[in-house]
């Protein structure tokens, strides 16, 4: 519907209902019309979060980035269906996440650089959950994503030209990748193409394309893993723009660094800072966002403040640059907002979402596109909005390409290396975050490129595509190999392990196939099912010395099985304490053998054909 528009003296007022008009006042959260509390922008659209955490998006759709299910772009705000509980919001380019109070994130729009992180290059026009759990905050660059997991660890995917995903290559991810060596993050921002991110000790960290100084490392080179920065400290929250990055303290300060050609950094001059310098005019800050060649700040009064480039109005008024912040008129105290390439979004306290700037696909909301150079309050009215989807069904996992049975539960590795689990869940074995049993398949969150699963006890093991093994589940013996005995719910990297090529779990223990053929082992070794020749349990891997060659593993109850490329079977850790270490059998041994320390015959070991 076209909504009747009537221009104020100082705001415009725009009603979606029934092209009623609402006039300007301290807050256009008038009785009617949907109160959002958060928003997100992208080039040249918007999103914002309304009652129930339902998601509302407008301006340009050309790669579906508005979730409508369509490419159509959106002059006035509309709700995203199949998605709610969200409290965040942010966009990219042309791509858009968002994060639910569960701390699960979707995705939608363009997919041109693996940005969706669903492992494919497909853009899409609907919301897609991405198989991440226990997320805390999001950003979006031009063209990669970063999430925030439990223990202030980072995932990123996306585009990696410059090394903006931080994992020490230039390689284009599809599925999120943590970024290594770096935890305790608090706060992060994507810029153009280069990343920022806050640790828990106020400490800044950069990498990504760094030509415009925009790394503030007191260089203007690109790097592809994190850095971190010797000043500012004390720093809670971060923003990068295109070739500029923002900072702001504790204390309220607002630090800026990098390409300065319209004052982008605020320290009153046009000369690029390699390294952080602080504002003077703004000292009572709490938050920032930066785009583009322009920056914003909100101070703690709830007023917002604004400098660089002012093409399209960020700061209302004349035209041009302002190389310090300065107070956006026009504007009552807001609790949000969100700098666009060319526009801006804030929701005031009230929860009226107040918008302004380029508007050329009708990304300010006012129903026309036309151009807005001061701010206006949008009025939506109420529209129902889809549920969200039941929750994935077996159908939809399918196909599968690996599977492994627990004592009471299930692994499966789903298309595009997913892993789904089901059953008992007494000790956090399926993995997601819980002790809650499930009757159908859920996806475990954090894990992708998995090849192959192991669960024959109350554990499950991992295998990416990488070499790296996850485990989680029952810990009691250290089958886990994380040095404790503590249970996990959700999935872990095990450490101390080249890299792997086959996984096999006995009932509490671990194997792996690691290079040339070596066998590592850890876990429960009361019968000496790890194989080190003591029956001392092993917390962490350890490497077993005694044999090589080896092709494939197998581990059940308190044994563990070995084959050689020369067609020997090593076999260790029977009820006889006194077999400890692998001994070997060939396929011409007599059918039957007596077991060390027993007078009872056993089936001798056959020869995998």
């Given amino acids: 519907m076209r909504t009747t528009t009537r221009r104020w003296a100082r705001a415009v007022a725009v009603c979606v209902a029934a092209g009623a008009l609402v006039a300007p006042a301290a807050s256009a959260a008038e009785p009617g019309c949907v109160p959002f509390t958060a928003v997100?922008?992208?080039?040249?659209?918007?999103?914002?979060?309304?009652?129930?955490?339902?998601?509302?998006?407008?301006?340009?759709?050309?790669?579906?980035?508005?979730?409508?299910?369509?490419?159509?772009d959106g002059f006035e705000p509309a709700p995203v269906s199949?998605?709610?509980?969200?409290?965040?919001?942010?966009?990219?380019?042309?791509?858009?996440?968002?994060?639910?109070?569960?701390?699960?994130?979707?995705?939608?729009?363009?997919?041109?650089?693996?940005?969706?992180?669903d492992g494919t290059s497909t853009s899409r026009s609907r919301p897609y959950q991405l198989a991440l759990s226990g997320i805390t905050a999001i950003a979006a660059g031009a063209r990669h994503s970063l999430a925030i997991g439990e223990g202030g660890v980072l995932w990123a995917w996306g585009d990696n030209t410059y090394g903006q995903l931080g994992d020490g290559t230039t390689t284009e991810r599809h599925t999120p990748t943590q970024v290594p060596g770096l935890t305790n993050v608090v706060a992060v921002a994507g810029g153009q193409w280069h990343t920022l991110a806050v640790t828990a000790d106020g400490r800044v960290w950069a990498w990504g394309e760094g030509r415009g100084g925009q790394l503030g490392d007191g260089a203007v080179t690109?790097?592809?893993?994190?850095?971190?920065?010797?000043?500012?400290?004390?720093?809670?929250?971060?923003?990068?723009?295109?070739?500029?990055s923002l900072a702001v303290t504790a204390g309220g300060a607002v630090w800026g660094w990098g390409k300065n050609r319209n004052g982008e950094v605020g320290d009153g001059t046009t000369v690029q800072r390699n390294a952080p310098v602080a504002t003077s005019v703004l000292t009572t800050a709490v938050s920032v966002a930066a785009r583009i060649t322009s920056s914003m700040a909100r101070a703690a009064d709830g007023s917002l403040w604004a400098w660089g480039d002012n093409t399209?109005?960020?700061?209302?008024?004349?035209?041009?640059?302002?190389?310090?912040?300065?107070?956006?008129?026009?504007l009552p105290a807001v609790q949000a907002f969100a700098n666009g390439f060319q526009h801006t979004l804030a929701v005031d306290?009230?929860?009226?979402?107040?918008?302004?700037?380029?508007?050329?696909?009708?990304?300010?909301?006012?129903?026309?596109?036309?151009?807005?150079?001061?701010?206006?309050?949008?009025?939506?009215?109420?529209?129902?909005?889809?549920?969200?989807?039941?929750?994935?069904?077996?159908?939809?996992?399918?196909?599968?390409?690996?599977?492994?049975?627990?004592?009471?539960?299930?692994?499966?590795?789903?298309?595009?290396?997913?892993?789904?689990?089901?059953?008992?869940?007494?000790?956090?074995?399926?993995?997601?975050?819980?002790?809650?049993?499930?009757?159908?398949?859920?996806?475990?969150?954090?894990?992708?490129?998995?090849?192959?699963?192991a669960m024959s006890g109350l554990h499950v093991l991992a295998l990416d595509g990488d070499g790296a093994v996850w485990a989680w589940g029952s810990n009691a013996y250290g089958q886990l190999g994380d040095g404790t005995?503590?249970?996990?719910d959700r999935p872990f990297r095990v450490p101390g392990l080249p890299r792997i090529t086959a996984i096999a779990t006995g009932y509490m223990h671990s194997l792996a196939l690691g290079p040339g053929g070596t066998v590592w082992a850890w876990g429960m070794n009361s019968s000496g099912e790890v194989g080190d020749g003591t029956n001392t349990s092993r917390r962490t891997p350890v490497q077993l010395g005694t044999i090589a060659g080896v092709t494939a593993i197998a581990g059940g109850g308190n044994r563990s099985v070995a084959l050689t490329g020369s067609g020997l079977v090593y076999e260790w850790a029977t009820r006889a304490p006194s077999r400890t270490s692998p001994r070997a059998s060939s396929a011409s041994a007599a059918s039957r053998r007596s077991r060390p320390g027993s007078s009872t015959p056993r089936p001798s070991p056959r020869r995998a054909s």
């Avoid at 509980?85 to 729009?109: I, N, R, Y």
């Avoid at 689990?421 to 992708?448: E, I, K, M, Y």
């Avoid at 005995?485 to 996990?488: A, E, G, L, Q």
């Fill in 40 to 72: 997100g922008a992208g080039q040249d659209h918007s999103l914002a979060v309304g009652p129930g955490g339902t998601v509302w998006s407008w301006g340009d759709n050309s790669r579906g980035q508005l979730g409508t299910g369509s490419t159509d």
């Fill in 82 to 117: 199949g998605i709610a509980g969200v409290t965040a919001v942010d966009g990219g380019a042309d791509h858009s996440l968002a994060l639910t109070a569960t701390g699960s994130v979707w995705a939608w729009g363009n997919n041109g650089y693996g940005e969706l992180g």
């Fill in 222 to 244: 690109s790097r592809t893993s994190p850095v971190r920065l010797a000043a500012p400290t004390g720093v809670v929250g971060v923003a990068a723009g295109e070739e500029n």
């Fill in 312 to 330: 399209w109005g960020r700061i209302p008024g004349p035209s041009g640059a302002a190389y310090v912040p300065t107070q956006v008129t026009g």
């Fill in 349 to 453: 306290a009230a929860g009226a979402v107040w918008s302004w700037g380029h508007n050329g696909n009708g990304q300010v909301g006012a129903g026309e596109p036309d151009e807005t150079y001061e701010p206006q309050a949008l009025c939506v009215a109420p529209t129902a909005v889809a549920a969200p989807p039941d929750p994935p069904s077996v159908e939809s996992c399918s196909p599968f390409t690996a599977i492994s049975a627990g004592a009471y539960s299930t692994a499966a590795v789903g298309a595009g290396g997913g892993v789904w689990t089901w059953g008992s869940n007494t000790v956090g074995q399926l993995g997601d975050g819980t002790r809650v049993d499930r009757h159908r398949p859920a996806l475990v969150a954090g894990l992708t490129g998995i090849t192959a699963v």
């Fill in 485 to 488: 005995r503590i249970d996990r």
